[in-house]
């Protein structure tokens, strides 16, 4: 979509009548990459990221609050299934997101205020839990669900807004997504500390109804639908592009990359308390790792505007297998721990910035947003595959022993399969960032005209 020089646009809306005669119809449109109604846009939808994504990340205050209190007798497994079925449920639900837009696009921010109130509700109705089920049902399928459908729709909306500087855009939106993560562990503890569980749900629910009302106000989409315009039957989405070479080596590498990353996010406020510190600094080190993320989508979309996205995955994978041989292996102590937070967390959560730039090269003459539902779909897999290796990986304690290090200093305490796990993921990641780049060199050649 190219932008205009004046805020005038003429739109052909096509649309079938009973006598199938088509109609044109000039619309007003706002002006892509400026003005104050595509910006607004922006910071609505990174609000809406903060909290539809907020409460998932900061799901590893909430499973050491379950398993030492109110479920402690349920199985870890059990327990990360309710973060894991929301994240991946989020994740993988957009492309039937996209395939219902397309029949009832008038509809879909009609269906963005009934998902807000399903979501306020599950988290509501899940204060009076008792059993681990309900959570999981609860929080996790019921809550999952309705966020899917609360972000997809700015996604889907994200290309009719920008064009030239889509890329800084989308990284302005998506770091809502770690700077929900970084404020809300802290939020929730103060919460679960004070009070309980029961009632840090309610007053969440509370909240969530508010401010996403809010800013589901500033979502809209740039190009208006045809107020005419007849349903017909459901339109197959062209998957076609899930067989481009580009798209399967994206799709290995978001897996590698997201097996290593959910495992961190997950579990390093139970490693700050393994070795011995408080729950709150267990809460702030998740706070810094999310808050970390946040700069690193930011400088990662500049990145991306200005150089091939294979370069992001290249160098962030490198770097943060590194940083978990090198430094969570040796994590002590507290100052280690953080330094290893932020060094990790501001590589590794910029990685999502390259998926726009990606999204466009192979998405050729269809939406891009096909594609970033694509990737969607996949990031699913290491949400819910993940968390599981790692509680594999993770010896629950048992009752009056002690975890020390591992052997030489390195590792231990409980944790040496997940670091191993970690490191070998994203320098497979760095891997599939050189395999990229030849994709897209010869991607190039063949587009160039001959």
């Known amino acids: ?269 139970s490693y700050a308390t393994t070795l011995g510190f408080s729950r709150m600094d267990g809460t702030i080190a998740l706070s810094v790792y999310n808050l970390a993320s946040v700069v690193g989508q930011i400088m990662f979309g500049v990145w991306c505007e200005r150089r091939p996205f294979t370069g992001v995955v290249f160098f962030s994978g490198l770097v943060t297998s590194i940083l978990a041989y090198a430094l969570w292996g040796f994590a002590h102590d507290l100052t280690t721990v953080f330094i290893f937070t932020v060094g990790f967390a501001s590589i590794a959560g910029g990685f999502s910035s390259t998926w726009m730039q990606a999204a466009t090269s192979i998405a050729a003459n269809r939406p891009a947003s096909d594609v970033m539902m694509g990737f969607g779909a996949v990031k699913a897999i290491p949400a819910i595959v993940g968390p599981l290796i790692a509680a594999a990986l993770h010896p629950k304690k048992a009752a009056g022993a002690t975890l020390t290090a591992g052997p030489g200093g390195w590792g231990g305490y409980g944790f040496t399969g997940i670091t191993v796990f970690v490191g070998s993921a994203m320098a497979a990641t760095a891997l599939m960032g050189v395999v990229s780049e030849v994709a897209r060199q010869r991607l190039v050649i063949n587009r160039a005209p001959a």
């Open 1 to 269: 979509m190219s932008t205009t020089e004046t805020d005038i646009e003429l739109r052909a809306f096509s649309h079938t009548t009973s006598e199938t005669n088509n109609e044109e119809v000039a619309v007003a449109l706002h002006p892509a990459d400026r003005g104050f109604h595509a910006w607004l846009f922006v910071v609505a939808a990174c609000g809406l990221e903060l909290i539809v994504w907020g409460f998932p990340l900061c799901f590893g205050i909430f499973q050491d609050w379950y398993l030492t209190h109110e479920f402690k007798d349920a199985s870890e497994a059990a327990v990360n299934a309710v973060g894991t079925i929301n994240l991946s449920l989020q994740y993988a639900e957009g492309i039937l997101v996209v395939l219902l837009a397309r029949r009832y696009a008038r509809y879909l921010r009609h269906a963005m205020w009934v998902c807000l109130g399903i979501s306020a509700l599950a988290i509501f109705l899940s204060s009076f839990a008792t059993q681990i089920w309900q959570l999981i049902i609860l929080q996790g399928v019921i809550y999952g669900a309705a966020g899917g459908f609360l972000y997809s729709p700015y996604i889907i909306w994200l290309p009719e807004w920008f064009s030239e500087r889509r890329s800084l855009a989308a990284s302005l939106v998506f770091a809502g997504m770690p700077l929900g993560g970084a404020v809300f562990p802290i939020v929730m503890n103060s919460l679960l500390e004070r009070l309980d569980f029961r009632w840090t749900l309610r007053i969440w629910s509370g909240f969530l109804l508010v401010f996403g009302g809010v800013c589901i106000l500033g979502i809209k989409p740039r190009l208006p639908i045809a107020p005419t315009v007849q349903m017909g039957p459901i339109v197959p989405m062209d998957m076609s592009f899930m067989k481009a070479p580009m798209f399967i080596i994206m799709a290995v590498t978001i897996i590698l990359q997201g097996l290593g990353m959910f495992c961190v996010s997950l579990y390093i406020p």
